[in-house]
């Protein structure tokens, strides 16, 4: 099952969304978006405890994650 990080969930209004197949993933990809979509945000450790956090698994409503 996958795993998903919503832009929204860190506090930021965006309707961003990183997908992944782990936590390693879904930074790197937050990472990127952060560096071309907010610019002047710092990953900094609190901010990285904060995604962390707001990581979700995904499908858990849907499908258990067998559809996307
Ligand atoms: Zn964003």
């Given at each position: 099952m996958g795993k998903v990080l919503k832009c929204r969930d860190v506090g930021v209004d965006c309707d961003f969304e990183a997908h992944g197949q782990d936590e390693a993933e879904i930074l790197r990809k937050a990472a990127e978006h952060a560096k071309g979509?907010?610019?002047?945000?710092q990953l900094t450790p609190a901010l990285q405890a904060k995604i962390r956090a707001a990581i979700k698994d995904e499908g858990g409503s849907c499908c258990g994650g067998t559809c996307h």
């Open positions: 979509c907010h610019t002047g945000v």
